[in-house]
Each structure stands twice: as structure tokens, then as C-alpha cells.
């Protein structure tokens, strides 16, 4: 089975924000899926995919202002015809990065105990987010 679905997420704000729930409900064909893989692929520069600890608020927070001081708005970049916060943001996201892939079996992700699916946000005033979920597996009989 192949599955190629378009999630758009909603505007927000700069930081870390958990989406496993919106993942999952937008491929509802992956609880049929025995073995197989799910490949998550974020269509822009100034924004990242990443798992991490979903228990801990504080997590998401540290990672972002960790993030922050990797690249600080006030370093001299030369790209700012798009406000301060545009160059900071592609230099996270390569830093993170645009995909990921996640191991199915029995019909759910396979993630660890506390991790979960986080679209990492660098612009403070961003677009919607465009995801490309990709399914492929064997499935049920």
C-alpha cells in the first residue's frame, strides 16, 4: 500500500508544537498498515520537523531558546530582506531539518514511550505549514 496525503497546519506561533494527533488523523489508512513506514516532509525553509520528548513542557521551550541562541536574530546576516527573524529560521530548519521517517507496526507509530511529532516553528509571523505524509506498508488482511 501507498498513501500520499497533504496536511496543512494551521498558523502558529514561534516555538515547538506537538502535531502526532494531527499526523495520525490525517492518514487514518495507517491503522490497517502491519509493517510499514511514514515519511513526514515539511514543504518550507523557515520552519522544521522534529521528535522529542512530548512529556515535559519544558522540553519544547529549552530546545527553542537553545535553538535561539544557535542563531540569533542579531547576527550579521546578509539575507534580511525578509525581516530579522527570516534568516535565524532557515538556519534552524537546516540545522532540524525538513522530514522524518516513522516505523509502523500493528496499525500505530512506532514511537518511544515520551516521544512525539513537533512542527518547529522559527518566524514570528508565519504562514499556514504545509506537510507531505507519505504511507507505505503492508496491510492487514
Known sequence: MWIQ?????????????????????????????????????????SAAISIN???????????????????PEDFPFRHTCEGPDDMPAHVKSSLVGNSLTIPIGDGRLRLG????????????????????LTLQGDAQQ
Open 5 to 45: 496525503r497533504n496536511l496543512t497546519l494551521p498558523r502558529l506561533s514561534r516555538g515547538c508544537h506537538l502535531i502526532t494527533a494531527e499526523v495520525v488523523a490525517a492518514v487514518p489508512e495507517l491503522e490497517r498498515v502491519d509493517v510499514g513506514l511514514l515519511h513526514v516532509f515539511i514543504q518550507h525553509t
Open 53 to 71: 520528548e512530548n512529556a515535559d513542557p519544558d522540553v519544547p521551550l529549552d530546545l527553542a531558546r537553545a535553538l535561539d541562541a544557535i542563531a
Open 113 to 132: 514511550t515520551w516521544q512525539g511529532i513537533y512542527l518547529c516553528e522559527y518566524r514570528n509571523h508565519a504562514s499556514a505549514r504545509r506537510l507531505v
